[in-house]
């Protein structure tokens, strides 16, 4: 199956500095790409859907300007936590799939492992 | 996009067969019903999808009755690598395709 895989998968960063984390497709091209956020216990929350060459859209109640994302080719798409703080601290997913534009076509979503996010 | 239900938690043994029910009353002509597994600190990952009917692949089975406002994700004789968070998602296919997904069911399979 399609793989996608996520970088770094896990870090520790200081109060007040930017993290960055990436997300590719490995075996295919991704016009589309997503960001969750899972807190401990919780389920996965949207909070972005990351086009190929255009703005990202970001849902309601997410900080565009907080968590920026960049989709500049079709197999990679970064996302990344500016000024990062301690209740930013969670676990990263982003997902992949390719956009064929037809209805009735299967809907499958490819999920990288996931980024670990610590803020001191 | 539809809502799902699904009961917060199950507990199963080895051997038997675990059947989760997923309700989503709201779903629309065009979506699908697609069932992800995750363990703790992982990616979810894709278990089955599918439209209407039944459909079974090596892992689990897909039972949608013809309303299609419920669905059940059956897993055959479980282990206790089981053990997992398993989200029913309904949504689109094709260009839009935003998955929301719900609480999930917690599954814990004992020896």
């Known amino acids: ?21 990436e997300c590719r497709s490995l075996d295919f091209q991704a016009t589309t790409m997503f960001w969750y956020r899972q807190f401990p216990k919780q ?26 994302i960049n989709h500049a080719s079709l197999t990679l798409s970064t ?22 534009g037809n209805l009735y076509v299967d809907n499958e979503q490819f999920f990288g492992p996931g980024t ?5 | 996009l539809a809502k799902t239900t699904q009961p917060i938690s199950m507990d199963s043994y080895e051997g038997q067969e675990v059947n989760i029910t997923c309700s989503h009353n709201n779903i629309a002509t065009n979506d699908y019903i697609t069932w992800y597994q995750q363990f703790p600190s992982q990616g979810p990952r894709f278990i089955i999808q599918g439209y209407k009917t039944k459909v079974t692949n090596e892992v689990a089975s897909l039972f949608i ?12 004789r479980v282990s206790l690598s089981d053990t997992a968070v398993y989200y029913c998602l309904v949504g689109l296919s094709g260009g839009y395709n935003k998955l929301i997904f719900g609480a999930g069911t917690r599954l814990a399979v004992h020896p």
Not at chain 2, 66 to 74: F, I, N, W, Y
């Open chain 1, 79 to 100: 996302l990344t936590v500016t000024s990062a703080h301690p209740e930013d601290s969670s676990f990263y997913i982003c997902s992949a799939r390719t956009g064929t």
């Open chain 1, 1 to 21: 199956g399609a793989v996608v895989s996520q970088h770094p998968s896990w870090v520790i960063c200081k109060s007040g500095t930017s993290v960055k984390i």
């Open chain 1, 116 to 120: 670990r996010l610590t803020v001191l």
């Open chain 2, 65 to 76: 009755p013809a309303d299609r406002k419920s669905s059940t994700l059956s897993l055959p």
């Open chain 1, 43 to 68: 389920s996965l929350m949207l909070m972005a859907t990351s086009n190929e060459g255009s703005k990202a859209t970001y849902e309601q109640g997410v900080e565009k300007d907080k968590f920026l």
